[in-house]
């Protein structure tokens, strides 16, 4: 899963900043459709850089991981 993070945690932080960036705006009374590609534009402009920052984090952290592994480690099977 090499770039299996990053789909997950840049979209999501992108997601969450543009959405709070529109929240903002439409708050402060700006419904326009500039106010959708400006929290479009802030959403991308913070929300990438935090994203792979995120993703770092988290192979850094994690024990387990290993850049070298490749390949899909199934789970052990669940006890019963």
């Known amino acids: 899963m090499k770039h299996?993070?990053?789909?997950?945690?840049?979209?999501?932080?992108?997601?969450?900043?543009?959405?709070?960036?529109?929240?903002?705006?439409?708050?402060?009374?700006w419904v326009s459709a500039v106010a959708f590609v400006a929290a479009a534009l802030i959403g991308l402009g913070l929300g990438v850089p935090f994203?792979?920052?995120?993703?770092?984090?988290?192979?850094?952290?994690?024990?387990?991981?290993?850049?070298?592994r490749s390949e899909h480690v199934p789970n052990p099977p669940p006890v019963v």
């Open 4 to 29: 299996g993070w990053r789909l997950v945690f840049i979209p999501l932080a992108v997601a969450c900043i543009a959405g709070a960036a529109l929240v903002l705006f439409l708050a402060l009374a």
């Open 51 to 68: 994203g792979l920052w995120a993703t770092k984090k988290v192979r850094k952290d994690d024990p387990e991981w290993s850049e070298r």
